[in-house]
């Protein structure tokens, strides 16, 4: 287990708030999604520093900017399979005739010269020999015996298929940017520029409990008032996709001193964020607040102005995070990606930590009631055409690959809308 990250001393702009506001900011009631959102940021560490073999980069995030140690290509290499050509003075005729003067397959590495209207043979990716001016495909010449005949066409078109030393990345090149998500295409950038050990940041460990006495496992056969725990795999599958490591520890009834003693043991354990799933809501069984404020945890916002989350806990126990999303499913899918992929993207070091904005078109209309306070995060599902970006509801058990942000005062949403759509990525 790494040790746990220092949680940075709370830093934020009040100024504009009234008193009222002020208050209730304070007790982390009511606060919109960005002020949560800024509030868990503000206490979000990045974290340390590793190194990494360049096999297990992909995913990790660049802890500096990378740089080509060794330019790409290593040589001027042949593009295609044929014949690389040295100067000849017959150009203006019909075809010129080249004598052959050996072969150069791929990993020759002896130093070769090729003089005036001779040839070497040569494949793809070889050494061109010093003196060529182009390599002509084989299927553009024909060979007679220890002789090549290239058509004048062959030799004036512009492309030489010889690819310059460093012509793709020149030596001292920014390959990976500080900041940036590695991905298999680096990976080859890194791999040809000589980049065997890479500098990334820790990964957030994330320990996860999901609330609830009616909860049961998958094993058992639910009896009427009790359910299976689905929010298990939903949060390993999104913590795992957001690129930390998920550590489970399972079901836990709605009871406030073992949830309390077990916040401790996890907080102590040196996890970088705690995530639970149910007993935030209002009722008697609003058991995370209670069991917080009984271990001397701290909370930095609950109830957002927002729906669903409206019932949420982000706090700090011992030197974790903290939050409590809400039960249902598809609650604790959209806050994932609103409220803690941003606050996980900043652990891992990434340099974008929210999604990307996209302008949707409404394909129907949304019976959402007009709320003047309060954000409706809805899933959505994208689809593209006629040039056009357009959200609809998915269908019962349809994917959603977006959340649709239905902004408060803005209704009511009705077909034809544009809206803001966050598309879901893979962190
Ligand atoms: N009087 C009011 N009641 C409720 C309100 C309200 O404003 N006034 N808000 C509702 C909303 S919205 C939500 S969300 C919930 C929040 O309550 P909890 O966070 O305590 O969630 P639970 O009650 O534990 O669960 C809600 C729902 O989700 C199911 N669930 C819980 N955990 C799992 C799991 N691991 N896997 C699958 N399903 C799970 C649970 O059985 C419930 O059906 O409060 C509302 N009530
Ligand atoms: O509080 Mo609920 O989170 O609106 O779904």
Same mark, same amino acid.
């Given at each position: ?265 996890? !907080?102590?354990? %040196?996890?970088? +964020?705690? $995530?639970?799933?149910? =007993? ?6 609003? @058991? &995370? #607040? ?24 982000? !706090?700090?126990? %011992?030197?974790? +995070?903290? $939050?409590?999303?809400? =039960? ?6 959209? @806050? &994932? #990606? ?90």
């Amino acid at each position: 287990m790494p040790e746990a990250a220092r949680i940075p001393a709370i830093e934020e702009t009040t100024s504009g708030m009234d008193d009222k506001a002020l208050l209730s900011s304070e007790r982390g009631v009511g606060q919109t999604l960005e002020q949560a959102l800024a509030r868990f940021l503000s206490r979000t560490p990045v974290l340390a520093r590793e190194t990494v073999v360049l096999g297990e980069a992909e995913g990790r995030v660049a802890a500096e900017s990378i740089r080509a140690r060794r330019a790409e290509p290593g040589y001027d290499q042949a593009t295609r399979d044929g014949f690389a050509l040295g100067p000849t003075a017959s150009v203006e005729a019909i075809e010129a005739t080249f004598s052959i003067q050996g072969e150069i397959p791929a990993g020759r590495t002896d130093r070769l010269a090729v003089a005036a209207d001779t040839a070497w043979r040569i494949m793809t990716g070889a050494l061109v020999p010093a003196g060529a001016v182009r390599v002509v495909p084989q299927e553009d010449c024909r060979q007679i015996g220890e002789e090549v005949v290239v058509p004048a066409g062959s030799l004036m078109r512009e492309q030489r298929f010889i690819q310059r030393a460093g012509s793709r990345i020149a030596e001292g090149r920014t390959v990976a940017a500080a900041g940036e998500e590695i991905t298999g295409q680096h990976l080859i950038w890194l791999a040809v520029t000589g980049n065997d050990r890479i500098p990334v940041y820790r990964r957030p460990v994330v320990g996860y409990l999901c609330s609830g006495s009616e909860l049961v496992s998958i094993e058992e056969s639910p009896v009427p008032g009790k359910k299976v725990s689905a929010n298990r795999y939903l949060l390993h599958a999104l913590i795992g996709r957001a690129g930390a490591i998920p550590l489970d520890y399972g079901i836990i009834a709605d009871d406030v001193e073992r949830i309390g003693r077990l916040l401790l043991q996890i !907080g102590g354990s %040196g996890v970088d +964020l705690i $995530v639970s799933t149910g =007993g935030v809501g209002p009722g008697a069984y609003d @058991v &995370f #607040a209670r069991a917080l404020d009984q271990i001397g945890g701290e909370i930095l916002c609950r109830q957002l102005a927002m729906r669903p989350g409206h019932s949420l806990l982000v !706090g700090v126990v %011992g030197r974790s +995070l903290y $939050v409590g999303l809400p =039960g249902p499913p598809s609650a604790v899918s959209l @806050v &994932f #990606a609103e409220l803690v992929v941003p606050v996980l993207r900043k652990m891992n070091g990434l340099a974008v930590l929210r999604h990307e904005d996209v302008r949707a078109c409404l394909e129907s209309d949304l019976s959402i009631r007009d709320s003047e306070e309060t954000l409706f995060l809805k899933e959505g599902k994208l689809c593209y055409r006629d040039g056009g970006v357009f959200v609809r509801l998915p269908a019962p058990l349809e994917t959603a690959d977006c959340t649709l942000l239905l902004e408060p005062g803005c209704g009511p949403f009705c077909k034809g809308r544009v809206v803001t759509v966050h598309r879901w990525c893979c962190r």
